[in-house]
């Protein structure tokens, strides 16, 4: 990828709506947008593009680490890419469905890409979902695997969480820090505050822990009572990533008339007991409700810049998405004319795929 500047902390984006990918820099304090699709068709196999395009759906961006771009197909199929190299790696295969005649549906997701420095090996966390049982008891059953580079293979992560495991989504985000992985997740569809799942590829243990208090709705504000349940009349919503290399949490409140705030909880300090599991959060961005005049918006990344790229939804049910760059300290917009789904930090590297 020509053009890129590697120390700007670029970012990679992908829009799968309109089959893009892109970097996101600075050049000379100039935003700079880079379309790098071409890119991306240049260096795909046509044995795997042919395949692909039996999905009908264009691939997703599901994380990026050491220059290595995880892209996924629908449910099943899966590949590797490094655009400094230009080598592409379809991985194997997810592993067979258990022997279950009535395991009709089938599918699953990447939740994790790292380089594992002790085994000097490049891994993917994956979870698998087919249906199983008999007549009217067919339930959902998800499974944990990891998939390494080295072997093209994949294995079941014997130790498993006590989340229910659909609950992990993309959209959400996702944060590595010191070979550790976490997402946010859900407790159900009612839910407030929401858990927080760790899992460490070396160990290959899970661990949860509750958010910071705070970062969700508002004791007594924008609450009400429906169905005997506690709800919340604003559109909030969480997403985990990286504020100044460390985990954070981005936090967005929409209310009725779409006054729209925001925060950012950075950790602070981890467990003495347990460097894993954080400690303490402090409110590090605090951006009070701005009158945004029929649009919402969602904080997706923070840059070094001191600006946040946020993905702005204007419009009947928010059909009309753009990415802009927002600068708290002046509350300025840069639109940048273009929509996507996730962002992942991008460092270029000549990490081989071949082994």
Same mark, same amino acid.
């Given at each position: ?18 089959? /893009? ?6 050049? $000379?304090?100039?935003?700079?947008? *880079? ?8 260096? !795909? ?5 042919? #395949?692909?395009? @039996? ?7 599901? +994380? ?5 771009? +995880? ?9 590797? =890419?490094?655009?400094?190299?230009? #080598? ?8 067979? !469905?258990?022997?279950? /005649? ?9 939740? $994790? ?40 293979? =994949?294995?079941?992560? /014997?130790? $498993?969480?006590?989340?229910? *495991? ?23 569809? =009612? ?9 460490? &590829? ?47 949490? &981005? ?11 925001? #925060? ?23 951006? #009070? ?23 702005? @939804? ?21 639109? *940048? ?7 992942? /930090? ?6 081989? *795929?071949?082994?």
């Amino acid at each position: 990828m020509q053009g890129a500047d590697k120390d700007a902390g670029p970012l990679f984006l992908d829009s799968p709506s309109k089959e /893009k990918f892109y970097l996101l820099s600075k050049d $000379g304090g100039d935003d700079v947008v *880079l379309d790098v699709t071409a890119d991306f068709k240049r260096d !795909i196999p046509s044995t795997i593009s042919n #395949e692909f395009e @039996r999905y009908e759906r264009s691939p997703r961006c599901m +994380g990026v680490i050491n220059g290595v771009i +995880g892209l996924q197909w629908g449910r099943t199929r899966l590949a590797l =890419w490094n655009p400094a190299t230009r #080598e592409f790696k379809d991985v194997a295969r997810w592993p067979n !469905i258990p022997d279950n /005649k009535a395991a009709e549906q089938f599918g699953g997701q990447i939740h $994790g890409l790292v380089f594992d420095q002790q085994a000097n090996d490049f891994k993917i966390l994956g979870v698998i979902n087919f249906q199983g049982g008999e007549d009217d008891n067919v339930t959902t059953i998800y499974e944990f695997h990891l998939y390494s580079l080295k072997s093209n293979s =994949w294995k079941r992560v /014997k130790k $498993g969480t006590s989340c229910r *495991l659909s609950i992990i989504y993309s959209e959400t985000g996702a944060c590595l820090h010191n070979g550790v992985y976490y997402w946010l997740t859900y407790k159900d569809i =009612w839910s407030i505050e929401n858990p927080i799942l760790s899992f460490n &590829f070396s160990t290959e243990i899970f661990k949860e822990f509750e958010p910071p208090k705070g970062s969700g709705c508002r004791s007594n504000q924008h609450m009400r009572i429906f169905r005997g349940r506690v709800m919340c009349d604003c559109k909030y919503q969480q997403i985990i990533g990286k504020y100044k290399e460390g985990i954070a949490l &981005f936090v967005t409140r929409t209310l009725e008339n779409l006054d729209c705030s925001f #925060e950012i909880w950075a950790v602070t300090k981890f467990r003495e007991d347990d460097h894993e599991v954080p400690l303490s959060w402090e409110l590090v961005v605090n951006v #009070e409700p701005i009158h945004s005049f029929n649009w919402s918006l969602t904080v997706k990344a923070y840059r070094a810049y001191g600006d946040l790229l946020v993905m702005v @939804r204007r419009g009947d049910y928010g059909r009309d998405q753009e990415a802009c760059l927002y600068d708290p300290s002046t509350h300025t917009y840069n639109n *940048l004319g273009l929509t996507f789904a996730s962002c992942y /930090k991008y460092v270029e590297s000549l990490f081989s *795929l071949s082994g």
